[in-house]
């Protein structure tokens, strides 16, 4: 079993969908959660970054950890066909993080 | 700003060939990585080097070498290369503090 479990996909969601991103993770050292969003043929870019259990909110994208389930989501609001992208979890507990496989997101219109 | 820069970005190889990808930041960044990525299998470490003039192996490190050659530049060579190193190679610095990755767009290698 990998330390980092992502659903590779693809999901398919109409435009203005809320879309949820999941990862679940076995290492409980991992306290830095973080989701990268990869467009096709483009290097991974960070969106995301929490530490330790809790949510945080960036406009339309909204990161929850919990820690105690070792479980974490990427909630994406009204999502847009420029959403469409694969996401990458990673986590870390030093400075080395793991990633996940990445999840390919398709909003269509 | 330049951020993370790959070169090249493309490259077909022969079995058994050998080659060097080049990767430089200029962001003053003390730790830089080599990463590969292959359909469904995420992104694998290969090399890291978490200051200038030290480097270590990551998951996957067999069939390459690197060298740190200062604190901006941080090389990744595939001496004889083979079909199983065909793959889509990130170079990363890291951002203390935050913890962020920067990467570059990649280079993408087919070794026939």
């Known amino acids: 079993q990998k330390e980092v479990e992502q659903d590779p996909g693809p999901l398919s969601v109409p435009e203005g969908a809320i879309v949820s991103l999941n990862c679940t993770y076995s290492n409980s050292a991992f306290q830095y959660f973080m989701w990268y969003r990869q467009y096709s043929r483009k290097g991974p870019e960070l969106l995301m970054y929490t530490y330790s259990s809790g949510n945080k909110e960036d406009g339309r994208f909204t990161a929850q950890v919990d820690k105690s389930s070792k479980y974490i989501s990427l909630f994406i609001r009204d999502s847009q066909p420029s959403d469409s992208a694969t996401y990458l979890c990673?986590?870390?507990?030093?400075?080395?993080?793991?990633f996940g496989r990445g999840t390919s997101l398709i909003v269509h219109p | 700003n330049a951020g993370v820069t790959q070169t090249p970005k493309f490259q077909v190889l022969k079995t058994g060939q050998s080659m060097t990808l080049q990767c430089a930041q200029d962001?003053?960044?003390?730790?830089m990585y080599w990463y590969r990525q292959d359909p469904g299998m995420g992104l694998r470490l290969i090399y890291y080097?978490?200051?200038?003039?030290?480097?270590d192996k990551g998951e996957v490190p067999n069939g390459y070498n690197v060298s740190r050659l200062n604190k901006r530049e941080f090389s990744l060579r595939l001496e004889s290369a083979a079909p199983s190193q065909t793959s889509v190679y990130f170079c990363a610095s890291y951002r203390a503090g935050t913890g962020e990755l920067f990467f570059g767009e990649g280079s993408r290698l087919t070794v026939l």
């Open positions: 080097s978490a200051s200038e003039g030290t480097t």
């Open positions: 990673a986590m870390r507990g030093s400075y080395i993080p793991t």
């Open positions: 962001m003053n960044h003390n730790s």
